[in-house]
């Protein structure tokens, strides 16, 4: 939630109508509006911004789950704005294991995926991808996943969803999720990341 701080619309200016402080009050009223209205360089955009991106990206796949957040660690803290969501893209960041087992990377959008993203992601060169273990190669299909410490990873999918290489064009499959820790766009699991020919 963003709160609007220093405004109080009750509240009646004791100058004159018309005077300056009262101008120079309606125009801050007028951009802090467009500041919160989910315009421009907002982190994180409007639910009417996001809900159109989501349905322009959904599809229907036999990669899709009917559990989004199958095997994430940590599932609280994303939010789901599209169950199943496809992604093209190059890989502009060297794939990296993380503590709770995922592999993550970032990927630059082709021109048809840049509502995929806000200003976070751009700030970070792209949007971010994570595989979950149970969706790795290494682990045994049917059988519960943990790394390290970490139990309770889901049940392995036999999907082998290997990581990319940098610079490789990829399309990617899997739910499209708000981080809220990060206030960033994610595909969060990637179920599928397949080479893809860039578009001309």
Known sequence: MIRSRGT???????????GPRSVLGFVV????AAALSGCGDGRVRSPATTSVAGKAHAVRSRACERNPLAGVH??????VLS???????????????????????EASPDPGYRSMLNAHNRSEGGLHIE?????????????????GDIPNLGICSGRDVAAPALGA??????PWVLDRNNNWYEIHPAWSIKPTRRHS
């Open 131 to 147: 595989i979950v273990p149970r969706d790795q190669p290494g682990c045994t299909p049917g059988q519960p996943v943990h790394f």
């Open 74 to 79: 940590g599932p609280d803290r994303l939010q």
């Open 169 to 174: 064009h990829v399309r990617i499959i899997g």
């Open 29 to 32: 009223a007028l951009c802090l």
């Open 8 to 18: 109080h619309p009750g509240r009646r200016d004791s100058g004159p109508v018309g």
């Open 83 to 105: 169950p199943c969501a496809a992604f093209e893209g190059t890989v502009n960041q060297a794939p990296v294991k993380n503590p709770d087992g995922d592999v993550s990377f």
